[in-house]
């Protein structure tokens, strides 16, 4: 059997029933963190412009949008809760391939469950076959397929929401072939965008042309039967090494879900040591930002690689600007969504400890560790060295964590009593007659 087949198969006959329950539990943590982050991204301008491009392009206003008020058909819906989801970089990451797996699964699922009546009970199910689908193709592609440039968030989160679509909508395993050969032909997503409102637009588009192939193969329309595996296929054209195996290697035993991680900064996963550390010397230390003379970042290669950006003049380039984290967290002991606007990049403070920021690439260190040194003006030196940042696995958010996270956002658009109601459904989301009252719940009055 080949690796598409295969890999469909197993989403096709997949039951709920033999979802191990901590990986339900994850799955609902999940849900709450990528919900919360569709209310986060809701109201930015990015948001409002992709809204005022798509809006009269869609068909009949069926479907639902996370955190706003438009209503339009699910393809569209779908494209707009990715953007959402991804817009502040604050969604959840899998350190072992640096996918963000919930916004193009999520943003597809929440689109159709809105316009269709679906139970929470499904819906989670086809969360985690979709979160898994899209985990197993980056982690058999990468690095190569990273390190060449490709945005795995949107080239491989195209198959998962194809996947939860697929489930949903009851494909056969040959339909579910159809469906990974529709998403493969359209994976898509450079990280040349990182920085720009072109990033979270991966994985809108992904959400969209995964629901989008989910439905031309249900209803026949054919593609190339070996998506991933072929000679001209996914894996062979857009990696330059690959792992197969990766893909189907314990189906329906191992579950990535097990190793997904949900930041407390909205910024790029490995900025998060240093900002870890510097605010810990922020908070034992008292530190006067005025004060400092010099900052020294020694971080892992790949902190520079992804987030290296010096230069920065708005507050999506600062989600990849190490220095700019560390900055943010010696001057104000924080790096919350006020911290990555465009004004918290030009805070005269903030700028000033940033260019005196120096960061150098050390091998010896960990991609979730760091060593920070902070010298004073009166010639004290300030040292902070971490293995493991906040959120990572070693240090994972609580749920009680999660949902202060939830709420933060979700007051940008809503009540206090709106915020504290949709929370309360996403924890319970398994449970939900109807997801769609789930999404109702999110719009704005």
């Excluded at 640096?98 to 499904?122: E, F, K, N, Q, T």
């Excluded at 440039?149 to 909508?169: D, E, M, N, R």
């Excluded at 992904?206 to 296929?233: C, D, H, I, V, W």
């Amino acid at each position: 059997m080949s690796v598409t087949r295969e890999l469909a198969r197993y989403v096709v006959e997949s039951r709920a029933e033999d979802i191990p329950a901590d990986v339900r539990r994850e799955a609902r943590r999940a849900v709450v963190n990528i919900v919360g982050c569709m209310l986060g991204g809701a109201p930015e301008a990015g948001t409002g412009i992709a809204a005022g491009v798509f809006a009269p392009l869609s068909g009949p206003g069926t479907a639902g949008i996370v955190g706003r008020r438009e209503r339009m058909d699910i393809a569209r819906a779908a494209l707009i809760n990715g953007i959402t989801s991804h817009y502040h970089d604050f969604d959840d990451t899998l350190p072992k391939n640096y996918i963000h797996a919930s916004p193009p699964v999520a943003a597809a699922l929440l689109a159709y469950a809105s316009a269709l009546p679906v139970s929470g009970a499904d819906v989670l199910h086809a969360f985690i076959l979709g979160f898994e689908v899209t985990s197993r193709i980056g982690n058999a592609t990468y690095p190569a397929h990273y390190d060449a440039g490709w945005h795995s968030t949107g080239t491989c989160g195209v198959f998962g929401a194809a996947a939860a679509i697929g489930k949903l909508a009851g494909l056969s395993v040959d339909e579910m072939v159809g469906a990974f050969g529709l998403a493969a032909t359209q994976a898509s997503g450079i990280r040349e965008m990182f920085g720009s409102m072109a990033k979270p637009f991966h994985a809108g588009h992904a959400a969209r042309n995964g629901y989008e192939s989910a439905l031309l193969a249900k209803a026949g329309f054919t593609s190339g039967p070996r998506a991933l595996e072929g000679p001209r296929g996914f894996a062979h054209v857009l990696a330059a090494a690959r792992d197969l195996s990766k893909v189907t290697d314990r189906l329906g035993a191992a579950y990535d879900l097990r190793h997904n991680t949900y930041k407390p900064f909205p910024c790029g996963i490995v900025n998060h040591p240093a900002i870890d550390a510097a605010i810990q010397l922020h908070d034992e230390h008292a530190i006067d930002h005025a004060a400092i003379r010099a900052v020294r970042l020694e971080v892992a290669p790949l902190v520079i690689d992804l987030c290296g950006k010096t230069a920065i003049s708005t507050g999506l380039e600062g989600k990849f600007s190490v220095v700019h984290g560390a900055a943010v967290g010696l001057v104000r002991g924080r790096a919350g969504l006020a911290e990555y606007t465009d004004d918290a990049v030009a805070d005269p403070a903030v700028k000033r400890v940033r260019e005196l920021a120096v960061r150098e690439s050390d091998p010896a260190i960990g991609e979730d560790g760091v060593h920070l040194v902070v010298e004073l003006a009166d010639g004290t030196r300030l040292e902070k060295r971490l293995e493991h940042s906040l959120g990572n696995l070693e240090r994972p958010l609580s749920d009680a964590q999660l949902s202060a996270k939830f709420t933060d956002q979700a007051l940008r658009v809503l009540s206090t009593d709106a915020a504290e109601r949709a929370l309360a459904m996403a924890w319970t989301v398994d449970d939900l007659p109807n997801v769609a009252d789930l999404v109702a719940a999110t719009v704005p009055a």
